[in-house]
């Protein structure tokens, strides 16, 4: 297989960031960010950018901090963005490596998603005006069987899963030869739990709390941080008083764990579908960095 791009995959808490950091140093490669709120300033901390670990690396990356939270972000336009991002790097005779774990995003990627450029602002905002149970509605009325039954359980996941829908059938550009090598990291279901309880209380500490009343402040509604969800969420109904510190953390990390459990759902739904994951722990990237290599050097030397 003649490898263009390194994919790296999993679970929110696995220690994505500094794997694709310590690659991306160590084989002449620039990341791509697939996460969905990555691309919004001023959102850092809830959002786990990590960014020290691409400036330890001295690596550059792409899609992170890109626009304004008061601005709508959508799958379209990720994939135009990948699409740029991909050929600026490669035509440095660089290495692309997505890392992420926002599933809709790297499906779009590996499974070579066709979508239709729609109209953000109209498009969006009739949906997000709509309630959970009239998004459930048009949902089904596109999509009779729904098999992943996690696109019912937020405003957020149905809209994007009726805009994936409403798109099926409608051909744009799409990136050609693409060939990914696709690592994933997992761990123990257990440890995944204690190290987001961990992660969750650092973060506390260290200005969430203080971020999402910037947002505020810089006059982002309570409604769009609701649609941001998790973080900023749970800490916006925990400032406009609807919880108290205590709810606010238990369901906050109840939220987040079972955010975990269902990015392991989609990248397992993609195994199923055909795509090749190859995972790994993310305490072993020695392990990570030789299987890569090899892969990489085999494609040069078959080339």
């Given at each position: ?27 002449n ?40 939270p ?39 990627v590996?499974?070579s ?7 953000d ?16 509605q ?6 009779p ?25 409608k ?7 693409l060939?990914?090598l ?8 257990e440890?995944?739990k ?11 500490s ?49 939220s ?25 722990s993310?305490?072993n990237?020695?392990a990570?960095?030789?299987?890569v ?5 085999e ?5």
């Amino acid at each position: 297989m003649d490898y263009n791009l390194i994919t790296i995959l999993g679970p929110t808490a696995t220690g994505k960031t500094r794997i694709a950091a310590e690659l991306a140093r160590d084989i002449n490669g620039e990341i791509i960010s697939a996460d969905s709120r990555q691309v919004y300033k001023h959102m850092d901390i809830g959002t786990g950018k990590d960014l020290i670990e691409f400036q330890k690396a001295n690596v550059s990356y792409h899609l992170i901090d890109i626009i304004d939270p008061s601005e709508e972000y959508n799958l379209f336009r990720f994939t135009k963005n990948f699409q740029i991002s991909f050929e600026e790097i490669t035509k440095k005779n660089k290495i692309p490596i997505l890392v992420g774990g926002t599933g809709l995003y790297i499906s779009a990627v590996l499974q070579s998603y066709k979508l239709p450029e729609i109209n953000d602002e109209s498009e969006l905002k009739k949906l997000s005006l709509m309630s959970n149970s009239e998004l459930k509605q048009t949902l089904l009325g596109l999509k009779p069987v729904v098999h992943n039954k996690t696109d019912l359980t937020s405003k957020d996941r149905l809209v994007r899963a009726i805009l994936v829908e409403k798109s099926r059938g409608k051909n744009i550009e799409s990136i050609a030869n693409l060939h990914s090598l696709n690592i994933g990291i997992k761990l123990d279901r257990e440890e995944i739990k204690k190290r987001i309880t961990k992660r969750l209380k650092e973060r506390l500490s260290v200005g969430m709390i203080e971020e999402v009343e910037q947002l505020l402040q810089k006059g982002i509604s309570s409604e769009k941080l609701n649609y941001f969800g998790l973080e900023y969420k749970f800490v916006s109904q925990y400032l406009d008083g609807k919880l108290n510190y205590n709810d606010m953390f238990q369901k906050l990390n109840s939220s987040i764990h079972n955010f975990a459990k269902r990015q392991m759902t989609w990248f397992r739904k993609m195994e199923r579908e055909g795509v090749k994951i190859n995972w790994f722990s993310p305490d072993n990237y020695l392990a990570i960095k030789n299987f890569v290599t090899t892969r990489l050097n085999e494609t040069e030397n078959i080339s």
